[in-house]
C-alpha cells in the first residue's frame, strides 16, 4: 500500500468516522449520568430526515442544521420524559424511539417529497462543503506532512472540525468542572447527590439534553455533508455502533475518539476492497468487508476487548426517599 493510497484511507476514517464521533460522545453524557440511551440510532436518523428536508425547502444548510438538532431534542425530551419523569424502563423506551424514527422519517419524506422516502439531492448552499485549512495549499508540496496536512486533515465540512474539538470540551467539562463532577457523580450514586442538595433530575435532564444536540448534528452530518440528502434508513445501524465504541472505550472521552476512528477505519476499509486483497493476498467477499463493523460491535459488546464496567446506577430509575 503506497503513501497515496494510505492517506485517502485516513481521510476516509475521518469521514466515516465523525458521526460515529458524535453519537458516542452523546452517548458518554447520558449514559455517565445513569441514563441508557439505545435510541441514539432514532435520534440521529430523525435529524437527518429533518435538516436534509429543511435544507432541499430553503436551500439554506444552517436552517437544516437547526431543523436536526430540534429534532433530535424532541426524541431526547421524549426519552427524558420516559425515563426520568415516569421512571420507564430505559431500553424499551430507546429501542421504541428508535422504530418510531425509522417509519415517521420515510412517511414525512415522502409525503413532502414524493421520492420514496427520499429527499431531494442538495447542492450549493444547501450541504456543508469542505474547508481548506490555512495553508494547506502552500505546504502541499512538502514531503510526507504536507499531503497529510493537505488530504486527511483540511478538507473536511466544519462539522467534523466541531465534531473533534467536542472532544477535549467533553472530557474538560467533565473532569475539570463542578457541572462534571455531579453528572459523573448522578450516574454512579444519586441518593448521595441528591443528599447534597443537587437536583438528580436536572442533571439528568441536562445530560439528556447535550445527547440530544450531538445526536442532532451527527444527523446533520451525515444528510447535509457525507451524503447529499436524507435516504430510508441512511444511519444504517451507526447508532448502535456509538454504543459499542462507547463500551470500547470505558466512557472515557479520549478513549472515544480512539473507538471511533477505529471502526471508521473498518467502514473505510470495507470501500477499498483491493487495499485488503493487496495486503492479505486474497479476495475477499465485499459481503464480509461490510460486515467487519459489525462484527467489531459484537465483539466490543461481548467483552473481548476488555471488562468494561458502566456507571453503577446506570439504567435504573432514581426515586427520591421520603
Known amino acids: 500500500m503506497d503513501y497515496a493510497t494510505l492517506l485517502q484511507i485516513l481521510d476516509s476514517t475521518i469521514r466515516l468516522g465523525t458521526p460515529l464521533l458524535l453519537a458516542c460522545l452523546a452517548g458518554l453524557y447520558s449514559e455517565r449520568s445513569g441514563i441508557f440511551d439505545i435510541g441514539l440510532e432514532g435520534k440521529m436518523l430523525a435529524a437527518a430526515m429533518a435538516s436534509g428536508a429543511v435544507a432541499a425547502l430553503t436551500g439554506n444548510v444552517w436552517l437544516g442544521l437547526l431543523a436536526g438538532i430540534a429534532a433530535s431534542m424532541i426524541f431526547a425530551l421524549i426519552h427524558g420524559l420516559a425515563s426520568i419523569t415516569f421512571r420507564g424502563n430505559q431500553l424499551i423506551s430507546g429501542v421504541a424511539l428508535n422504530f418510531v424514527a425509522s417509519g415517521i422519517t420515510v412517511l414525512i419524506a415522502q409525503s413532502l417529497f414524493g421520492q420514496g422516502g427520499r429527499t431531494p439531492p442538495l447542492e450549493g448552499a444547501a450541504r456543508f462543503n469542505p474547508i481548506t485549512l490555512p495553508f494547506a495549499e502552500q505546504v502541499q508540496g512538502v514531503p510526507v ?23 477535549p470540551v467533553t472530557w474538560w467539562l467533565l473532569y475539570r468542572t463542578r457541572f462534571g463532577l455531579r453528572l459523573r457523580a448522578v450516574g454512579e450514586n444519586p441518593a448521595a447527590v441528591d443528599t447534597a442538595g443537587i437536583s438528580v433530575t436536572g442533571l439528568r435532564y441536562a445530560a439528556v439534553a447535550i445527547t440530544g444536540l450531538l445526536c442532532g448534528i451527527a444527523g446533520a452530518y451525515m444528510a447535509t455533508a457525507l451524503q447529499a440528502g436524507f435516504g430510508r434508513e441512511m444511519t444504517a445501524g451507526r447508532g448502535y455502533i456509538a454504543l459499542a465504541a462507547l463500551i470500547f472505550a470505558k466512557w472515557r472521552p479520549w478513549q472515544a475518539l480512539m473507538a471511533t476512528m477505529l471502526f471508521g477505519l473498518f467502514q473505510a476499509l470495507a470501500l477499498r476492497p483491493d487495499v485488503i486483497e493487496g495486503i492479505a493476498g486474497i479476495k475477499i467477499p465485499s459481503a464480509a468487508l461490510d460486515a467487519l463493523p459489525y462484527v467489531l460491535t459484537v465483539l466490543a459488546l461481548a467483552g473481548f476487548v476488555g471488562k468494561a464496567t458502566p456507571p453503577r446506577a446506570g439504567g435504573e430509575p432514581y426515586v427520591k426517599e421520603r
Open 145 to 167: 506532512i504536507g499531503p497529510l496536512y493537505y488530504e486527511v486533515i483540511s478538507g473536511h465540512p466544519i462539522l467534523a472540525y466541531i465534531a473533534f474539538l467536542a472532544v
